[in-house]
T-cell receptor
C-alpha cells in the first residue's frame, strides 16, 4: 500500500519570497507518478505539477518546481516569488503506474504574508 | 483544457430525501471517475471509483446502497445520496482521469450538501 506524508501542517512565507513544502512517500512499485495539488479557499482542487518517477529531471511549471529524490522517496515543492494567490492547502499525491487511485497526503496550509 | 464541472454547487435537502450530483468532463473523455468526500480541514477521502459502463467500486466502509453511482458515458458520472441524513452533510468532490493520461485526475469544483 502507498503512503504519502506531509509533515508540515502549516507554512507561511513573505510575499515574493521562496518557500518549500515537504512530502515523502512510500511505494513498493518502481513506476509511479507524483503530483502536487492546490486547494484554494474556493475548494477547487487544481493540479500544480506532476512528476513521472522514471524521469530524473525535476519538473518545473513557471514559479513551481519540484525536488524529486527517488532513493529518499522525497518530493518537495518549491514556490518561487510567492504571490498572494498562492495561499491555499497543498496536497502531495502518488499513484502507481497502472493503478487508478491517488493516495493523498494530509496537506500543508500555506499562508502568504503581504 | 481538462475541465470538470459539477452540479449543483450547493444543495440543501430534507432528511429522508435523495439528492443527485452530476460530474462531467467537458473537454476530454474519462474512462474512470472518482467520488470523494472532504471533511473540514481534512484531506480527500475516496468513496468510490466509477468506470464507464460497469459497476462502481466502493471503498471500505462506504455504503453502496446509500451512495449510488452511475457512470453512463465517458463524460458523465452521477452520485445519488439516498435517504439522506444530517450526517451525510459534507463537501463532495468528483474527479475524472483522462483516458490514456498519466495518472492525473482533474477535479470538479465540489458540491456542498446540507441535510436538514
Amino acid at each position: 500500500a502507498q503512503t504519502v506524508t506531509q509533515s508540515q501542517p502549516e507554512m507561511s512565507v513573505q510575499e515574493a519570497e521562496t518557500v518549500t513544502l515537504s512530502c515523502t512517500y512510500d511505494t513498493s512499485e518502481s513506476d509511479y507518478y507524483l503530483f502536487w495539488y492546490k486547494q484554494p479557499p474556493s475548494r477547487q482542487m487544481i493540479l500544480v505539477i506532476r512528476q513521472e518517477a522514471y524521469k530524473q529531471q525535476n519538473a518545473t511549471e513557471n514559479r513551481f518546481s519540484v525536488n524529486f529524490q527517488k532513493a529518499a522517496k522525497s518530493f518537495s515543492l518549491k514556490i518561487s516569488d510567492s504571490q498572494l494567490g498562492d495561499a491555499a492547502m497543498y496536497f502531495c499525491a502518488c499513484v502507481d503506474f497502472g493503478n487508478e487511485k491517488l493516495t493523498f497526503g494530509t496537506g500543508t496550509r500555506l499562508t502568504i504574508i503581504p | 483544457g481538462a475541465v470538470v464541472s459539477q452540479h449543483p454547487s450547493r444543495v440543501i435537502c430534507k432528511s429522508g430525501t435523495s439528492v443527485k450530483i452530476e460530474c462531467r468532463s467537458l473537454d476530454f473523455q474519462a474512462t474512470t471517475m472518482f467520488w470523494y468526500r472532504q471533511f473540514p480541514k481534512k484531506s480527500l477521502m475516496l468513496m468510490a471509483t466509477s468506470n464507464e459502463g460497469s459497476k462502481a467500486t466502493y471503498e471500505q466502509g462506504v455504503e453502496k446502497d446509500k451512495f449510488l453511482i452511475n457512470h453512463a458515458s465517458l463524460t458523465l458520472s452521477t452520485l445519488t445520496v439516498t435517504s439522506a441524513h444530517p450526517e451525510d452533510s459534507s463537501f463532495y468532490i468528483c474527479s475524472a482521469r483522462p483516458s490514456g493520461g498519466a495518472g492525473e485526475q482533474y477535479f470538479g469544483p465540489g458540491t456542498r450538501l446540507t441535510v436538514t
